[in-house]
């Protein structure tokens, strides 16, 4: 399904992402300078499938480690994924070759704008399940906690992401376009929230950006 773009991007969390005190004069500069384009090529799409938590494939791994933990008393899982299409990466490898700093700033915008767009996708399967009175963890991508990242390959075979949003995942079990969210939620008869995966799980800990900032991924 077609996303509908914001009018405009989350600066406060881009200054995170740029490790920039909020409303930094240099950063709101490059911002200014490219949001725009940002927006304008940005043709977000997003994807999404329920089923039975026992119906998953097996490689998805959801009965190990962390991912299983916030599964805990689901019954039903949501897999969905979200892209922000070839346009996008295509402005950012012009940036990158001419202007280093503004490339850097739209790369963090561009990582905001995606998680906006999951964060729009995911209102909207929640809404759908609210009306049948079911309740949603929140969202869990591979490579978060102990989640294997290869996972992702076969979250999107799943969802058959090349044909649905023209997403795919290299060899390496990277996405293109880059600029894309996988995830994972379950889904229960009663309230759940689901179980964040500390640090010292969490695969990416030794080159973790937020760890380099002094703050988490769950704080953001």
Known sequence: MQLEKPSALRRKEIYRYLACPENSPAADDLLDRCEADLLAAAQPRGVWRILPREQAPASLLLDEGDIARHLEGCSRLVLMAVTLGAEVER??????????????????????????????????????????????????????????????????????????????????????????????????????????????HCVLRDTCGYRKRGTTCADS
């Not at 700033?105 to 759908?128: C, F, G, K, N, T």
């Open 91 to 200: 402005l950012l490898r012009r940036y990158s070759a001419t202007d280093v700093a503004l490339a850097t700033a739209a790369d963090a915008a561009a990582s905001v704008l995606v998680d906006q767009m999951a964060d729009l996708l995911e209102a909207h399967i929640r809404s759908q399940l609210a009306k049948e009175h079911w309740y949603m963890t929140g969202r869990y991508s591979p490579g978060y906690g102990n989640w294997p990242l290869p996972v992702q390959a076969d979250l999107c075979r799943v969802l058959d992401t090349g044909r649905a949003i023209g997403l795919g995942v290299s060899a390496s079990y990277l996405m293109a376009p880059r600029k894309s969210v996988t995830a994972a939620l379950g889904v229960a008869d009663h309230p759940v929230k689901g179980r964040l995966a500390g640090c010292g």
